[in-house]
């Protein structure tokens, strides 16, 4: 790797490094999360979805049982982002193989397309959000 190259690889890997961080509290988190709404609805002793209390246990598991897939997706896609930085292959945008651009990879670190290509998936529904 020349020095230059490393000096793009560095930001990145920082960035990287600092979202898989968070992601990983954030999923230790949502995992205390859910044991605790577990071990409520333990103490209320109901599992009835008719009851107005299981129903809100319910709904308040199945929100943080989606909130985990999204973390651990984030993380999946953090994974797959220092692997590109590795083969040298981050920052293109995966389409148009264009630079993603520093601005959006500073707000998405996983971002695997460019802004345009981005836009035009999400307009067409048929793509990922990023
Ligand atoms: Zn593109």
């Known amino acids: 790797m020349s020095d230059r190259e490393q000096e793009t690889a560095a930001p990145a890997t920082?960035?990287?490094?600092?979202?898989?961080?968070?992601?990983?509290?954030?999923?230790?988190?949502?995992?205390?999360?859910?044991?605790?709404?577990?071990e409520a609805a333990l103490l209320v002793n109901t599992d009835d979805e008719h009851d107005p209390e299981g129903a809100t246990i319910a709904f308040e598991r199945a929100q943080v049982s989606a909130l985990s897939?999204?973390?651990?997706?984030?993380?999946?896609?953090?994974?797959d982002a220092l692997e590109r930085l590795r083969r040298g292959s981050y920052g293109r945008c995966e389409v148009c193989a264009g630079p993603?651009?520093?601005?959006?990879?500073?707000?998405?670190?996983?971002?695997?397309?460019?802004?345009?290509?981005?836009?035009?998936?999400s307009s067409r529904h048929d793509g990922r959000a990023q």
């Open 14 to 38: 920082r960035r990287l490094t600092e979202a898989r961080a968070q992601t990983l509290q954030q999923i230790a988190a949502l995992r205390r999360n859910f044991e605790g709404i577990v």
């Open 69 to 79: 897939k999204q973390a651990d997706a984030d993380l999946a896609a953090i994974d």
């Open 100 to 121: 993603i651009g520093d601005e959006r990879l500073d707000a998405i670190p996983s971002a695997t397309r460019c802004i345009a290509c981005a836009s035009m998936a």
